[in-house]
C-alpha cells in the first residue's frame, strides 16, 4: 500500500490536486490523507472549490490563516509538524508554490519522509516573487519533481538535480480544465454579467507587486477603464486587491465582480476575447482555451505559455499595457500549439510514477 499525505492551502492549489485526488480513488493500493492548511479559508477562495471540483472534505484543516510570508510559513510548519508524526504518510505530496507548499515540504524533508512536488522547476529567477522562494526551497527538498513543461526539466538540471528524481508527466491544472470545460458550458455567468461570447476581456490582478502599492495599483485600474472605452472588462476581484483598493473611487465602466467559483471562471475566461492578468495559472488555461492572454509582468516562470501559447508579456507600465491591448482588439494573434503533455492524463502519470517507486521499496 501506498499512503499519501496531500498538502493544500491556497485558490490555486485545490485545481491542481483535485484530479490526483481523482487519480487515487481509481487505484486499490493507494491511499490519500487530505490537509488543508487554511490559507485561504473565505468560502469563495476555498469551499466553492471543493464543491465543483468534486473534492473530498479534508481530514483536517490547520486554519492557519492570514499573515506575513513568515508567520504564514511558519504557523504551517507548527501545525504540520504533529501531523505528519502521527500518521507518518509514505510520501508527501505537494503542488504549485504557495507558502503552504513550502512548509509542507521543509516539513516532511526534516521527518525523513519523502517530498513530491507537482509543477516543479518552474522558475522566473525574480527572488523578490515569494512564490520563486517557495519553489527554489520546495524543489531542493523533494525527492520526486514533476515537471509540467521542458523548461521546468531543463532549471532542476542546471540546478544540479539528480536526473532520476525528474519526470516531465505534463499540467494537472489542464486535467481539471479538460475534465470540466463541459459543465463550465452550462454555467450563465456571461449572460448574468450581461456579456456576449467573444466581446470582453477578463482582469485578475493579485500579485504584490502589481497590487501593493496604492498609486500602482490606481494607475492600473485609470488604464483598464480606458480600456473598457473601446470593450467591456470584467475584473473578478482577489481579496487581496479589493482590500488595498481601500476608498478609492473605481472608475465608471469597469465590471467589478467579487471572486467567482471555478466552473463560472473557467467559461468566463473561455468566452473571452482576451485575457489581462498576472495569474501565473491563467497563462497556461489561456494557452489551452487558445485565449489571447497578456501577462501584467516582467517575466514568467511558465516560458512554454509564450513559445508556443497565446501569452505575451507586456510589463506594468500601464500607457505600454493599453497600447498592447488595443493592439491585440484590432490585430488578435493566431491560435497555436497545445503544449506536449496537456492533454489531461497528468495525474495519472505521476500516480504510476509513486505507485512504482513504492513496489520498488517493498519488493
Ligand atoms: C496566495 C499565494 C499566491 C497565489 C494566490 C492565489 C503565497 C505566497 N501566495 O496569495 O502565490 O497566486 O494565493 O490566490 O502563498 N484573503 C481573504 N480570504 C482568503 C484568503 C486571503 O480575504 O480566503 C485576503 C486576506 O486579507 C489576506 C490576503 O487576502 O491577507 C492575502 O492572502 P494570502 O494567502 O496571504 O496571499 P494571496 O495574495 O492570496
Redesign the pocket.
Given at each position: 500500500m501506498l499512503h499519501i499525505s496531500a498538502v493544500v492551502?491556497?485558490?490555486?492549489n485545490f485545481m491542481k490536486m483535485a484530479p490526483l485526488l481523482a487519480e487515487v480513488r481509481q487505484r486499490a493500493n493507494v491511499t490519500a490523507r487530505l490537509i488543508h492548511t487554511g490559507?485561504?479559508?473565505?468560502p469563495?477562495?476555498?469551499a466553492t472549490f471543493f464543491d465543483e471540483l468534486g473534492m473530498p472534505t479534508p481530514d483536517v484543516n490547520l486554519e492557519v490563516?492570514?499573515?506575513s510570508?513568515t508567520g504564514?510559513t511558519a504557523g504551517v510548519m507548527l501545525r504540520l509538524e504533529p501531523e505528519f508524526l502521527e500518521h507518518r504518510p509514505d510520501v508527501v505530496l505537494v503542488v504549485?508554490?504557495?507558502?503552504?507548499?513550502v512548509a509542507a515540504a521543509l516539513v516532511a524533508a526534516k521527518l525523513e519522509i519523502p517530498v513530491a512536488h507537482v509543477e516543479a522547476g518552474l522558475r522566473s529567477f525574480d527572488r523578490r516573487m515569494?512564490?520563486e522562494i517557495?519553489r527554489l526551497v520546495t524543489d531542493a527538498l523533494s525527492d520526486y519533481l514533476f515537471a509540467s513543461e521542458p523548461a521546468g526539466v531543463a532549471n532542476l538540471r542546471a540546478e544540479g538535480a539528480a536526473p532520476e528524481k525528474v519526470f516531465l508527466v505534463g499540467n494537472v491544472m489542464i486535467d481539471t480544465l479538460i475534465r470540466c470545460r463541459a459543465r463550465a458550458a452550462q454555467t450563465e455567468v456571461v449572460e448574468r454579467l450581461g456579456l456576449r461570447t467573444g466581446g470582453y476581456a477578463v482582469v485578475t490582478l493579485?500579485?504584490?507587486s502589481n497590487v501593493d502599492d496604492p498609486a500602482n495599483l490606481e494607475g492600473l485600474m485609470r488604464m483598464l477603464a480606458e480600456l473598457a472605452g473601446r470593450i467591456p472588462v470584467v475584473f473578478p476581484m482577489?481579496?487581496?486587491t479589493?482590500?488595498r483598493l481601500g476608498s478609492f473611487l473605481v472608475p465608471p465602466g469597469l465590471l467589478l465582480t467579487p471572486p467567482l467559483g471555478y466552473l463560472e471562471f473557467l467559461r468566463l475566461t473561455s468566452e473571452a476575447r482576451m485575457v489581462l492578468t498576472d495569474?501565473?495559472?491563467l497563462q497556461e488555461e489561456t494557452t489551452i482555451l487558445k485565449v489571447p492572454c497578456l501577462t501584467l509582468r516582467e517575466n514568467t516562470e511558465r516560458p512554454i505559455t509564450i513559445e508556443q501559447g497565446t501569452n505575451r508579456l507586456v510589463g506594468v507600465k500601464p500607457e505600454i499595457i493599453l497600447a498592447a491591448a488595443l493592439k491585440t482588439l484590432d490585430h488578435p494573434p493566431a491560435a497555436r500549439q497545445d503544449p506536449d503533455l496537456w492533454d489531461g492524463q497528468a495525474s495519472g502519470r505521476i500516480l504510476d510514477i509513486l505507485e512504482a517507486a513504492c513496489r520498488k521499496r517493498t519488493s
Open positions: 492551502g491556497a485558490r490555486p490559507q485561504h479559508y473565505s469563495e477562495m476555498s490563516g492570514s499573515g510570508q504564514q504549485g508554490d504557495v507558502n503552504s507548499t515569494p512564490e517557495n493579485h500579485r504584490p482577489h481579496p487581496r479589493r482590500e495569474s501565473g495559472g
